[in-house]
Nanobody, 124 residues
Framework: VQLQASGGGSVQAGGSLRLSCAAS??????????MGWFRQAPGKDREFVAA????????FYADSVKGRFTISRDNAKNMVYLQMGSLKPEDTAVYFC????????????????RGQGTQVTVSS
């Protein structure tokens, strides 16, 4: 599975960004793969952000982003999105798109596949 993330950038605190991730590969199907996002700031461990189950419908968020971020997917296009709002400086990190046939692996940040990452910088 190949994952290509985009949409990162620089924004002021309180602003919004939308990340996108395109999934591809001969074995990938939106109906067999859960998808999600994790982030990693300099000098810090990977942090789970959000996950969405295969086919969509069920989502799960880290407490730190709950109510501010929304994960969604377009099954027909093999895309997953992360709408980020009310951004804070502590949201600054490289954000990685992930995919795995097991939802749990997305949540514990041990996914089968991950993309190259996209930088999000939030200034105060």
């Amino acid at each position: 599975v190949q994952l290509q993330a985009s949409g990162g950038g620089s924004v002021q605190a309180g602003g919004s960004l939308r990340l996108s991730c395109a999934a591809s590969g001969p074995t990938f199907s939106s109906y067999t793969y859960a998808m999600g996002w994790f982030r990693q700031a300099p000098g810090k461990d990977r942090e789970f952000v959000a996950a969405i189950k295969r086919g969509g419908g069920s989502t799960f968020y880290a407490d730190s982003v709950k109510g501010r971020f929304t994960i969604s997917r377009d099954n027909a296009k093999n895309m997953v999105y992360l709408q980020m709002g009310s951004l804070k400086p502590e949201d600054t990190a490289v954000y990685f798109c992930t995919a795995d046939q097991t939802f749990h692996n997305i949540v514990v940040v041990t996914p089968e596949s991950r993309g190259q990452g996209t930088q999000v910088t939030v200034s105060s």
